[in-house]
């Protein structure tokens, strides 16, 4: 990514340096963290429901919206003296384009792994919904089989109701 605006010159926190060389750090943990992703996305083709690679994606999505938020920061913050430069005369049109497309693209990169991470919100929230009325059918199954037992065993099942709320109110 950072090869699109080579040769541009910026100060970053009082280092006058290559913008490409001030972002590279945040571009190779970005790619990494992007392959990691991939390789948990092809385990969870073939089991949507394992909690371990959902759990990972999650905390992978997570880094990667910081890492690029970091990025997107970075960009950012060199916008106007990139202007000034390119205003100026210092910096050719095509570099100027090309920086403006990096941050396009930083910034859409962004707002997709965001979503990304709201939809695995929005799935874990369907699973504990569905986590709650597989607990709920359970309980209703296990009061009808204390009912036909003849109520022995009521206090039990009024028992095994509160520790299944209680549960059910964790997972909440």
């Known amino acids: 990514m950072a090869g ?3 040769g541009i010159t910026v100060e970053i926190g009082g280092d006058t340096s290559q913008l490409s060389k001030a972002i590279n750090d945040v571009n190779k943990r970005g790619k990494e963290l992007s392959t ?8 969870l083709k073939f089991d949507p429901s394992n ?5 990972q994606k999650q905390k992978i999505l997570s880094e990667s919206v910081e890492t690029t938020s970091e990025k997107l920061e970075k960009l950012r913050s060199v916008q106007d003296q990139i202007e000034q430069q390119y205003k100026s005369g210092n910096l050719g049109e095509d570099k100027y384009r090309a920086f ?9 990169y962004l707002e997709s792994l965001q979503n990304k991470q709201k939809e695995m919100k929005d799935m874990d929230i369907k699973v504990d919904d569905s986590d709650i009325k597989k607990a709920d059918k359970a309980v209703d199954e ?6 036909d037992t003849g109520g022995r065993g009521s ?3 009024g028992a095994i109701g509160l520790a299944v709320g209680a549960t059910v109110g964790a997972i909440g």
């Open 51 to 55: 909690t371990v690679a959902l759990a």
């Open 142 to 147: 296990l009061g009808d089989t204390m009912e």
């Open 100 to 108: 403006q497309r990096e941050l396009l693209k930083t910034e859409s």
């Open 36 to 43: 990691e992703l991939k390789e948990v996305d092809k385990l």
């Open 155 to 157: 206090k039990a099942l």
């Open 4 to 6: 699109n605006i080579k």
